[in-house]
Structure formats: structure tokens, C-alpha cells
């Protein structure tokens, strides 16, 4: 495989002579923005001299005048509307790779002030196969599964150590340790919470606010813990296998994070790995859900998952690139930047003519409906924001027909989900909501539509990540138009009353 390395410059340039669709919040968008923008008087010729040396331009007369792999990279790295960071740690030991992803395609990344490096696009599901170490050895399971409060779960951490701690003082005789020892462990080491408090994680608090003394009477009455003597606590039979977990020589944990660029907040689970026992953890709005895997293959599940949720993240409305008139001391001939494969779901993207630098107009009001996926389509649009079809605007706008309330429940990759709306509906992840949604972000009872007269209300019932409503949290229930669209998660769905 493949290894592309570019400087501030080269990459500047490339954008600019391929008129790259450079979209916020892509890998190479965020990149380019954080330095000052370059001479763009010079800025071509003297790249193009750089990427001849390093192999990647062969000049003007070439068939193909750039490297092939180095565009397809940089190309789904400008559209990529999802980023994935893993970080995988072995006792002291850390290495962290993040990828670009569009739709089933992905390529790793890179960046630091020597350059941006871009391996090959890979196929999502050949990445996915390299994640989850296959060392992994999966051989007991006591099927834990349960949801602690963040500060109670550190708690636990800490008097993990105080216990391991303690064998070795008493040489094997006994692991009790004292409250005031756990109070004292936790206060030096959990300053990151005051500093994840202070930047706004949702759902963390500073470690003055915190209950430390109900976290503990929660840990006894839950089994992780348990009295040992006046004053003493020890570990708990329910919490021993994570505790054995949590303190093994050998202890490995993968955290995979997934940015999507409109998200709220990023995904982020934990994958334990210690003394033959594997552990997801998941945090949400302040809590820790625990679940024990039984096999290996659990696992490769949760990374399917993970990535299957940076596979439908999309725009909801390409940007098209405004070219800039540079001249160059090359004669270049015309270019095309190569197609990447299948970018989620990018749209055929014209070739646009030259003008100012970019400047996005306000969207203008739907005068139309797409015909496959039932979205407005805007003015002046040559394809659907949503599903990416085509469209040639008709001369007078359409007939539209009332019919019964429903909520269409949008994809990338299948067609549109309709349900009827009747006095109440709700969704969530569970199996007993009205509409499940196999969404990670979701929360298991995430939100209510109820029927009052002949409207219709949207609440959010206390989900972690919230429910957006046309781009704002809803903060109490929220009375729905036609057309509106709600966010729970990364799923995407409309209120309608259109056939």
C-alpha cells in the first residue's frame, strides 16, 4: 500500500487545479484551515516542481499526469463526511490511526506541520477485518451487563488499583483498602474531569459536585464492592471479572470515536480486553453501559456497527467548488479529478466555472419534490440534497396532496421508510418502541410524537444526545410543520402529510 505525502502547498495547489469539492468538516478541509492560505499567484507552478520529485506529477504530456492513488485519496479526503480515530493501548503502549470515510470506502490519514500523509482508499470492510487485534483470546464470560454513573465507574477503577495495591503490601493476604484511601486516590487522579467539565462533555461533572459517598454505598449495594472489616472495603463477587479485567498485566482497550461532521457530539466506545474477558464500554449523557462478550466475533460486530453508521453519514447538501484563475508556468493540460468509489452518496459533481472565491447563498424555498426519495428539492439544484437523484426543475411548482400525518425515515442506502402517525408514536432503540432505530447514537427510549387536535407534537424524552429539530435541540415538546426534519442520532427522518 501506498503512502502520499504533501506539503501545506502541494495540497493548496491540487484543490485548486482540480477544483476539488472541498466540503466542511472533511479531513482535508480541516486541515487546510488551520494555517494561513498561500501565495496562490505562485502557488501552482511552484507545487507542481515539488510533486515531480516526488513522483506523484509526471508532466503535462503524461496520460496520466498525477498519480492515480494519490487523487482518489485526496479526492475522499475533500468529501468524507465521517471520521474515525481508533486508539488501541497496551500497558504503556499506544497507537492511534484515524481514516476518512465516504459511504463504503475509506483511507487513513495523517497530519502533523511536516505534512499531510494519505495512504490508498481501502474498502470498508477490508478495514474493518485489521481493527480488533485477532490475539484476542475470548474464553469466560459471566455475561455482566449492567449501566454505572461515569464517577461511580472511575470510583471502581481506582479501588481496582488500591486492591492490587494492597496484595502486595499484605504479600498476597488480603486486598481490603480504606474508604479514605479510595476518597483520597480518587481526588489526585480524576483532574480530567474537572477539564472535561470545563470544555462542555456532556453529561461530566467536576469532581467537587460529584457524590463520592453515594458512588460507593451504589458499588456495595451493586456487588462490586463489599465491607471487609471496620472501615475496609474489598472487591465484590459481581464486580471481580471486570475488576480482573481492569487490572490484568496484559489489559488492552481499543477506543474507536466517530465524527460526523452535523453530529452533536462524536461516538465513542471502549472495547476491554484483559485475562481472557472481553468488555464493551459505552458512554452516553454521563453513564457507562457494560455489556460482557462472549466471543470474539461480538466484537467484530460492534466494529461493523461503528463503521456502518460512518457509512450513511452524508451532507445534506454538497457544496459545489468555485475555481480561482491561476496562471501557470506549466502548460497543463485540461484535468479531471479521478472518481473515488462511492462516496456517501456524493452527487455527480460538475465542473464549475471560474469565479470568486466561495461564497454559499442562503437556501432558497422548495418549489419541487424528489420523485424517489419524496425530500424538497431547492432552486437553482441539479440533483436531490438526499439521495443525490437528478432533478430538472419543472416550470410551475407541484401539485402537492394532503393525506394522513407520517414520518418517513430517510436513508442512503434503501428506500425511504414511511409510518403512520395515529395518537402517539415513539422511537428509540429498544425493541419495544414504535420505530426501533438501529442507531448507536440513539438512546434506548429517545423520542415521543403525540397527537393534540390536528397537530402533532415532538418531545425528547431525556435521550443523551438530545433531538434536533431543523438543525436546534428541542427543549420541550415542539409542534411539527410539513416538511420538518428531525435528527435523533445519525438518523434522519421527515414529518409529512404529502402522498
Not at 494561513?36 to 508532466?59: E, H, I, M
Not at 464492592?225 to 459481581?238: D, F, I, K, V
Not at 456524493?346 to 454559499?360: E, K, L, N, R, Y
Request: glycine content about 8%; some cysteine; aromatic content about 6%.
Amino acid at each position: 500500500m501506498s503512502v502520499y505525502t504533501l506539503t501545506y502547498t502541494e495540497a493548496w495547489a491540487l484543490a485548486l487545479l482540480l477544483h476539488l469539492p472541498v466540503q466542511p468538516g472533511s479531513a482535508l478541509a480541516d486541515w487546510l484551515t488551520n494555517d494561513v492560505s498561500p501565495d496562490l499567484d505562485q502557488l501552482p507552478g511552484t507545487a507542481l516542481d515539488t510533486l515531480a520529485k516526488k513522483g506523484y506529477y509526471r508532466g503535462p504530456q503524461a496520460a496520466e499526469p498525477f498519480s492515480q492513488g494519490l487523487l482518489r485519496a485526496l479526492s475522499l479526503a475533500s468529501v468524507n463526511a465521517a471520521t474515525l480515530t481508533t486508539l488501541i493501548r497496551v500497558n504503556h503502549n499506544a497507537c492511534l490511526v484515524r481514516y476518512a470515510q465516504a459511504g463504503e470506502h475509506m483511507v487513513q490519514f495523517g497530519n502533523d506541520e511536516g505534512g499531510l500523509s494519505l495512504h490508498d482508499v481501502t474498502p470498508m470492510s477490508q478495514v474493518a477485518r485489521t481493527l480488533l487485534p485477532r490475539w484476542f483470546s475470548v474464553g469466560i464470560n459471566e455475561d455482566l451487563r449492567d449501566d454505572l454513573p461515569l464517577g461511580a465507574f472511575v470510583l471502581f477503577n481506582h479501588a481496582c488499583t488500591l486492591a492490587d495495591l494492597a496484595l502486595g503490601r499484605s504479600e498476597l493476604a488480603s486486598e481490603a483498602f480504606s474508604a479514605a484511601e479510595l476518597h483520597a486516590s480518587f481526588q489526585r487522579g480524576t483532574a480530567w474531569l474537572d477539564l472535561f467539565s470545563a470544555v462542555g462533555i456532556e453529561g461530566v461533572q467536576p469532581r467537587a459536585k460529584l457524590p463520592v459517598d453515594d458512588y460507593i454505598g451504589m458499588l456495595i449495594t451493586r456487588g462490586y464492592l463489599m465491607p471487609s472489616g471496620q472501615n475496609l472495603l474489598g472487591l465484590g463477587t459481581r464486580g471481580r471479572p471486570l475488576a480482573e479485567t481492569l487490572s490484568a498485566s496484559g489489559r488492552c482497550t481499543l477506543t474507536m470515536t466517530l465524527h460526523v461532521w452535523d453530529a452533536p457530539v462524536p461516538l465513542c466506545d471502549v472495547l476491554l480486553y484483559g485475562n481472557r474477558r472481553l468488555f464493551l464500554l459505552e458512554y452516553a449523557a454521563g453513564q457507562v453501559h457494560i455489556q460482557q462478550m462472549d466471543r470474539l466475533d461480538r466484537g467484530d460486530a460492534w466494529v461493523a456497527a461503528m463503521l456502518d453508521q460512518g457509512r450513511q453519514a452524508h451532507y445534506n447538501e454538497y457544496r459545489l467548488p468555485q475555481g480561482t484563475s491561476v496562471p501557470l508556468d506549466h502548460k497543463t493540460p485540461a484535468l479531471r479529478s479521478p472518481a473515488i468509489p462511492a462516496p456517501a452518496p456524493p452527487p455527480a459533481i460538475p465542473a464549475p466555472a471560474p469565479a470568486p472565491p466561495t461564497v454559499i447563498p442562503a437556501p432558497a424555498q422548495p418549489t419541487a419534490i424528489c420523485a424517489q426519495c419524496g425530500n424538497p428539492v431547492q432552486v437553482g439544484m441539479r440533483f436531490c440534497a438526499h439521495c443525490g437523484t437528478p432533478y430538472v426543475l419543472p416550470s410551475a411548482a407541484p401539485t402537492i396532496i394532503l393525506a394522513p400525518a407520517s414520518l418517513i425515515l430517510l436513508s442512503a442506502v434503501q428506500a425511504p421508510q414511511r409510518f403512520a402517525l395515529g395518537e402517539q408514536l415513539r422511537l428509540g432503540r429498544e425493541e419495544d418502541n414504535d420505530v426501533r432505530l438501529s442507531d448507536q447514537m440513539a438512546s434506548r427510549h429517545h423520542a415521543m410524537i403525540q397527537r393534540q387536535g390536528d397537530q402533532y407534537l415532538l418531545s425528547d424524552l431525556g435521550s443523551g444526545n438530545g433531538t434536533v429539530l431543523n438543525g436546534v435541540r428541542v427543549a420541550g415538546p415542539t409542534v411539527l410543520a410539513e416538511g420538518d426534519i428531525i435528527l435523533i442520532g445519525q438518523t434522519q427522518l421527515k414529518f409529512s402529510r404529502r402522498t
